[in-house]
Antibody, heavy 120, light 110 residues
Framework: QVQLQESGPGLVKPSQTLSLTCIVS??????????WSWIRQPAGKGLEWIGR???????NYNPSLKSRVTISVDTSKKQFSLKLSSVTAADTAVYYC????????????WGQGTTVTVSS | QTVVTQEPSFSVSPGGTVTLTCGLS?????????PSWYQQTPGQAPRTLIY???IRSSGVPDRFSGSILGNKAALTITGAQADDESDYYC??????????FGGGTKLTVL
């Protein structure tokens, strides 16, 4: 049973870079059948797709965040990461990592989420 | 930029049937958008219900079903139960590796 676990600082200062990691356990991060995704949710608001990465390193990003987002993967550590630069209070949210199935075009496994607050 | 639209809220009586929809601000939703549906209760991570229009995720009861109705994707809950009271989100695949969430529907069972 694949499990995902997000980790990273819970507090980031404005204008700095938010960095989170998602560790994949119980399965392969290198499978051809999956992309690895990041999604976020501000308190009381809806979900927003941030982007995804394939094990090969190929990425796709939300156009509205593309200029500030970098997603990377380290297959040897079975983890993938999110960096969001120049953060503001608007980036305060619960950040989820999720596995995206290329067979079903849907996210089938989710992490529990981690809260990131942007504040000085 | 195309917006994915959902009803902000909906209510259903226990035992009743409700259909939530997922549309586009411009154009029609088809199977080629591979609509998927997710259920979320407060403080919890989303739970995957439906992929690729109508494929139920493992463990999801068959009272949840997905379809295309007219120009929208639809999630139908038959025989609604109290614990179906949740937020429901659809996701559409826009091509070029981009997915977009709808704004979500808050479903009340009363």
């Amino acid at each position: 049973q694949v499990q995902l676990q997000e980790s990273g600082p819970g507090l980031v200062k404005p204008s700095q870079t938010l960095s989170l990691t998602c560790i994949v356990s119980g399965g392969s991060i290198s499978s051809d059948s999956y992309y690895w995704s990041w999604i976020r949710q501000p308190a009381g608001k809806g979900l927003e797709w941030i982007g995804r990465i394939y094990a090969s390193g190929s990425t796709n990003y939300n156009p509205s965040l593309k200029s500030r987002v970098t997603i990377s993967v380290d297959t040897s550590k079975k983890q993938f990461s999110l960096k969001l630069s120049s953060v503001t209070a608007a980036d305060t949210a619960v950040y989820y990592c999720a596995r995206y199935s290329t067979d079903n075009y849907g996210m089938d496994v989710w992490g529990q989420g981690t809260t990131v607050t942007v504040s000085s | 930029q195309t917006v994915v639209t959902q009803e902000p809220s909906f209510s259903v009586s226990p035992g009743g049937t409700v259909t939530l929809t997922c549309g586009l601000s411009s154009g029609s939703v088809s199977i080629n958008y591979y609509p998927s549906w997710y259920q979320q209760t407060p403080g919890q991570a989303p739970r995957t219900l439906i992929y690729s229009t109508n494929i139920r995720s493992s463990g999801v009861p068959d009272r949840f079903s997905g379809s295309i109705l007219g120009n929208k994707a639809a999630l139908t809950i038959t025989g609604a139960q109290a614990d179906d009271e949740s937020d429901y989100y659809c996701v559409l695949y826009m091509g070029s590796g981009i997915s977009v969430f709808g704004g979500g529907t808050k479903l009340t069972v009363l």
